[in-house]
T-cell receptor
Framework: RKEVEQDPGPFNVPEGATVAFNCTYS??????FFWYRQDCRKEPKLLMS???SGNEDGRFTAQLNRASQYISLLIRDSKLSDSATYLC????????????FGTGTKLQVIP | NAGVTQTPKFQVLKTGQSMTLQCAQD?????MSWYRQDPGMGLRLIHY???????DQGEVPNGYNVSRSTTEDFPLRLLSAAPSQTSVYFC?????????FGPGTRLTVL
């Protein structure tokens, strides 16, 4: 089983739709969780951190479920500019050598 | 503030050649790392550094060397390029667990 798993997609959704991605992780000792966004042929950029209590940033909501070992990202009112690949990142105990990236979920927002 | 810069943007090598990928950051971050990104594999950590003079291996270090003589620079050396090293290479610096990536180097080994 991969340490971090994501559905590769693509998720094709119309503008204005709500879309959600999940990411599962296998190491129960994982400590920190993040969502990164990567545009085609560009570098990843931090979208948001995921806190135990969940967090929201505008149209984006991230949640953590430690019991089931997954994190989620919800995007409301999708925009064309949201089209990108969303990477799940898990940091486990041990510092930076335990940063694990998921393979990403591709989102395509359609006019 | 340039952030993280990488050179070159593109490179084609022949099997057996060596080269150095350059990475520099101007944010005074202690932590820097090198990743490779391959289709269907996600980003994989090659080497990382927690400060000048300190480096360590990541998940896929074979065939690569690093050094960290200054806080700003973290070059990645390919000792003898192989076709399996064809990939996109990203350098990152980190602060409070947020990683700032450079624009990447697309390397093809023939």
């Amino acid at each position: 089983r991969k340490e971090v798993e994501q559905d590769p997609g693509p998720f094709n959704v119309p503008e204005g739709a709500t879309v959600a991605f999940n990411c599962t992780y296998s190491n129960s000792a994982s400590q920190s969780f993040f969502w990164y966004r990567q545009d085609c042929r560009k570098e990843p950029k931090l979208l948001m951190s995921v806190y135990s209590s969940g967090n929201e940033d505008g149209r984006f909501t991230a949640q953590l479920n430690r019991a089931s070992q997954y994190i989620s990202l919800l995007i409301r009112d999708s925009k064309l500019s949201d089209s990108a690949t969303y990477l799940c990142v898990v940091l486990s105990s041990g510092g930076y050598q335990k940063v694990t990236f998921g393979t990403g979920t591709k989102l395509q927002v359609i006019p | 503030n340039a952030g993280v810069t990488q050179t070159p943007k593109f490179q084609v090598l022949k099997t057996g050649q060596s080269m150095t990928l350059q990475c520099a950051q101007d944010m005074n971050h202690e932590y820097m790392s090198w990743y490779r990104q391959d289709p269907g594999m996600g980003l994989r950590l090659i080497h990382y550094s927690v400060g000048a003079g300190i480096t360590d291996q990541g998940e896929v270090p074979n065939g690569y060397n690093v050094s960290r003589s200054t806080t700003e620079d973290f070059p990645l050396r390919l000792l003898s390029a192989a076709p399996s090293q064809t990939s996109v290479y990203f350098c990152a610096s980190s602060y409070n667990y947020e990683q700032f990536f450079g624009p990447g180097t697309r390397l093809t080994v023939l």
